[in-house]
Antibody, heavy 115, light 110 residues
């Protein structure tokens, strides 16, 4: 069964850093595109970043220069390193397999940026 | 302000049909595949339609997708109360070099 499990969320102060993890099973992250999507409380989906199987990465303008997507092939895990966090980064962060046609999605991990 | 435009809400009676529109531009919908997602309350989104009109295994044929020019449409027939959810369209934007979503449409089955 293909599955994604996010972890690493929590309460962080503005300006702080946090690293999210997305553990994959049932498929190989290095051979697939994997995407991060976030959803602020009560709001819609916002695309964040994608890493291609070849290693190319792309970011939303809202996080460019602050967030870094990466993967550890040996652990079959995807990461999202977030720095210079702001209140408007508060959201549930989902990882999903694919770049278009995201499937499946993880259950999400909540990141709250607040003082 | 989302790059893709969806109506905030739609409603219809059980058993009826509803369509949800998604409007974009040549840099996104016009030249890339569209996907649709269903998000039931309190859950993660689920893929309903990919590559404009293809259904993943397990998605009933009550759900359909189409695309024309810079717009896409999700159709749902035989509405059930369990279809009440938020629906999102998504695609790639070649000008932004980023993925984009619509603002979401809340479906109410009256």
């Amino acid at each position: 069964e293909v599955q994604l499990v996010e972890s690493g969320g929590g309460l962080i102060r503005p300006g702080g850093s946090l690293r999210l993890s997305c553990a994959a099973s049932g498929f190989t992250v290095s051979s697939n595109y994997v995407t991060w999507v976030r959803q602020a409380p009560g709001k819609g989906l916002e695309w964040v970043s994608v890493i291609y199987s070849g290693g190319s990465t792309y970011y939303a303008d809202s996080v460019k220069g602050r967030f870094t997507i990466s993967r550890d092939n040996s652990k079959n895990t995807l990461f999202l390193q977030m720095s210079s966090l702001r209140a408007d980064d508060t959201a549930v962060y989902y990882c999903a397999r694919g770049a278009a046609g995201l499937d499946p999605w993880g259950q999400g991990t909540l990141v709250t940026v607040s003082s | 302000q989302s790059v893709l435009t969806q109506p905030p809400s739609v409603s219809a009676a059980p058993g009826q049909k509803v369509t949800i529109s998604c409007s974009g531009s040549s840099s996104n919908i016009g030249n890339n595949y569209v996907s649709w997602y269903q998000q039931l309350p309190g859950t993660a989104p689920k893929l309903l339609i990919y590559d404009n009109n293809r259904r993943p295994s397990g998605i009933p044929d009550r759900f359909s997708g189409s695309k024309s020019g810079t717009s896409a449409t999700l159709g749902i027939t035989g509405l059930q109360t369990g279809d009440e959810a938020d629906y999102y369209c998504g695609t790639w934007d070649s000008s932004l070099s980023a993925g984009v979503f619509g603002g979401g449409t809340k479906l109410t089955v009256l």
